[in-house]
Nanobody, 122 residues
Framework: QVQLVESGGGLVQAGGSLRLSCAAS????????MGWFRQAPGKEREFVAG????????YYVDSVKGRFTISRDNAKSTVYLQMNSLKPEDTAVYYC???????????????WGQGTQVTVSS
């Protein structure tokens, strides 16, 4: 049984930082392209960042470039999202997800975590 478990969300002031973690089990993690998505109330789920199997290639939505960094530790089967200079518009539930192909499209992701809330106050 595949499980993706996110942690690290919370309440932070604008300009602050948070580090999200996503621990995976039940899949060959090093074969999975990993992504972070977010969904704000009343909005569609949005691709935030993705990382290739080896970690050498990373992808970001324009709104987070230069502020967020995705990384992975295949030995720990964990993917991270370091979020700096947070803004109120970053407020959302953040999900990690696993795909067998490099993609920014949610429907191409096979496994999803339960999500973790990130709230940025102004």
């Amino acid at each position: 049984q595949v499980q993706l478990v996110e942690s690290g969300g919370g309440l932070v002031q604008a300009g602050g930082s948070l580090r999200l973690s996503c621990a995976a089990s039940g899949l060959t993690f090093s074969n999975a392209f990993m992504g972070w998505f977010r969904q704000a109330p009343g909005k569609e789920r949005e691709f935030v960042a993705g990382i290739s199997w080896s970690g050498t290639s990373t992808y970001y939505v324009d709104s987070v470039k230069g502020r967020f960094t995705i990384s992975r530790d295949n030995a720990k089967s964990t993917v991270y999202l370091q979020m700096n200079s947070l803004k109120p518009e970053d407020t959302a539930v953040y999900y990690c997800a696993a795909s067998w192909a490099a993609s920014r499209t949610a429907r191409e992701y096979v496994y999803w975590g339960q999500g973790t809330q990130v709230t940025v106050s102004s």
